[in-house]
């Protein structure tokens, strides 16, 4: 079946302009999740949704970050006002569920973004 | 807190010799830990993981992991490395009741011909 999608793959940007990153999760996953990986390193958490609902957005940068999911499957990840610093990988990923703990996160391909 | 140890940044073994990719973690309570792969411009790639039962756990391609508690590690296995197993690879570890993975810096492996 098909796997987590994201889109663009690839978005270069000026600094200021804001950008939407899209991710489409594996059908029937009511967990997704939002990373960010700066260059060679490791995963930075920023938000997670359970259903449409995100209860915990602590791991959001800054106010410039946002995001939503509808229908309980598309999400999509805003950044306002882009800095040079946001630039970096952003994944996404999705699990079944959220119970437990030790479900498996599958991932996506990631969008680069790139600020000038 | 939970925390996640990758001590090599870097490991290099000859194609055809074991690999061994060290993974040390710190949690309260039973840990869930899992390897990824990430290939050069690629998303992560679920390997394996262990939730309970048996310490050894096979995951995809030919890797697999011992868990053990006493030493709080879950070091990534492989008997005979190809260099296709070249990427980047990442332990991560959470717990019961506990949605975010705590992750590692991760430990780029070469494997050369």
């Known amino acids: 079946g098909a796997g987590v999608s994201q889109s663009p793959s690839n978005k270069v940007t000026e600094k200021g302009k804001d950008v939407e990153l899209r991710c489409d999760p594996i059908s029937g996953h009511t967990a997704l999740y939002w990373y960010r990986q700066s260059l060679g390193q490791g995963l930075e958490f920023l938000i997670y949704?359970?259903?449409?609902?995100?209860?915990?957005k602590s791991g959001l940068p800054s106010d410039r970050f946002s995001a939503e999911r509808t229908g309980g499957s598309v999400s999509t990840l805003t950044i306002q006002r882009t800095q040079q610093e946001d630039s970096a990988v952003y994944l996404c990923a999705s699990s079944f569920t959220l119970a437990g703990g030790g479900e498996t996160q599958y991932f996506g391909p990631g969008t680069r973004l790139l600020v000038l | 807190a939970q925390s996640v140890a990758q001590p090599e940044d870097q490991v290099n073994v000859a194609e055809g010799n074991p690999l061994t990719v060290k993974c040390t973690y710190s949690v309260s309570g039973n840990p869930y830990l899992f390897w990824y792969v990430q290939y050069p411009n690629r998303g992560l790639q679920f390997l394996l993981k262990y939730i309970t039962g048996d310490n050894l756990v096979k995951g995809s391609y030919g890797f697999e992991a011992e868990f053990n508690k006493s030493q709080t590690s879950f070091h990534l296995k492989k008997p005979s490395a190809l260099v296709s197993d070249s990427a980047l690879y990442f332990c991560?570890?959470?717990?019961?009741?506990?949605?975010?993975?705590?992750w590692g810096a991760g430990t780029k492996l070469i494997i050369k011909p």
């Open positions: 991560a570890v959470s717990q019961y009741s506990n949605y975010q993975l705590i």
């Open positions: 949704f359970q259903g449409n609902s995100a209860p915990d």
